[in-house]
């Protein structure tokens, strides 16, 4: 884990595993060199690019969403694309995660076996611990950033005027807001809604501050607050039952939580603007919250903006 204050390294053993073998991975850590920079493993060739859905199949999708929003319980539904890009040779996921450049958000790499790995840059905190303080960001509504400074500010106080991104991150918070007040015994949250500015793009956000009740532990955060109606909708289970009737493909690892755990504290992200490497292949996932007055083609731009840190790389 890098941060400003240095890099720490974790290794974790599994005892019915490695409690045989834990000399030999001793013997493996004692022989990492920290100070050595690995060279930068160039990209391969793109060679076509196809999305599913495309436009044609996610313009009846948002359709079919909206009517279900006008009709229905559903009050917003994320509704996700896969994008694959192939390419001339296989991609390297390390290659991948270092040429990706993603201020202000959290970076992860898991590879379950060679060629096959889920790569990260999620701005989204589920949620951080530190003894029994806990932290979390409700996370929606979206503007591009803008090219100029005049341009970057009206692109934010449009998106904190706009009664549409407003109630898409009203869903967010309240239902944050709701489970927190189930596992803590007091909450703090900031005075208003505010903006994080990523490169590409700029979110609402509310932030919370929380004191975790004493029986509570990681597994009851986990299983009560994930997911959110950012991933999801409103309310949750009425919208994931939808996405797995509307989405054409499994999300597999996309937007579930990642983090890590001990006595101690403990922080996860979600798995937003994700990307999983299949050899020659990069299958890419990014998602749009839709509510009533939603635009498809708006939708669909959000989109291209979300993924375009892993785009601009090939393109």
């Not at 974790?10 to 060199?33: G, R, S, T, V």
Request: glycine letters at 6%.
């Amino acid at each position: 884990m890098k941060n400003q204050e240095g890099t720490n390294f974790a290794c974790n053993l599994i005892p019915e595993y490695d409690f045989d073998n834990i000399d030999n991975i001793l013997h493996q850590l004692e022989k990492l060199n920290p100070d050595i920079e690995q060279d930068i493993t160039p990209l391969p060739q793109l060679l076509n690019r196809m999305d599913n859905p495309d436009q044609t199949e996610w313009r009846t999708k948002i359709l079919q969403a909206l009517e279900y929003l006008q009709i229905g319980d559903l009050q917003k539904i994320v509704l996700a694309r896969k994008t694959e890009l192939r390419f001339d040779d296989k991609l390297d996921p390390v290659s991948l995660l270092q040429h990706l450049e993603a201020p202000g958000c959290f970076r992860f790499l898991w590879e379950p076996q060679p060629g096959r790995a889920f790569v990260s840059i999620p701005p989204e905190r589920l949620y951080k611990r530190e003894e029994r303080r806990i932290s979390c960001e409700a996370l929606a509504g979206t503007r591009p950033r803008g090219h100029t400074v005049d341009e970057d500010n009206r692109l934010g106080q449009e998106l904190l005027n706009s009664d549409k991104e407003r109630r898409e991150h009203l869903f967010v918070a309240d239902t944050i807001r709701k489970v927190l007040s189930m596992l803590c015994q007091k909450i703090g949250e900031g005075d208003a809604v505010t903006i994080m500015k990523l490169r590409e793009l700029q979110h609402l956000m509310t932030s919370f501050d929380c004191e975790l009740r004493e029986t509570v532990s990681d597994s009851d955060v986990l299983a009560n607050l994930h997911p959110t109606p950012a991933v999801a909708g409103y309310p949750v289970d009425e919208a994931r039952n939808r996405i797995a009737s509307m989405e054409p493909f499994d999300r597999g690892w996309y937007a579930g939580p990642v983090g890590w755990v001990n006595n101690e504290g403990a922080e996860f992200a979600v798995a937003i603007r994700s990307g999983l490497v299949y050899d020659n292949k990069l299958y890419l996932y990014s998602g749009a919250g839709i509510v009533d007055g939603s635009d498809w083609q708006l939708e669909w731009e959000e989109i291209e903006n979300k993924i375009t840190q892993f785009l601009r790389l090939f393109t």
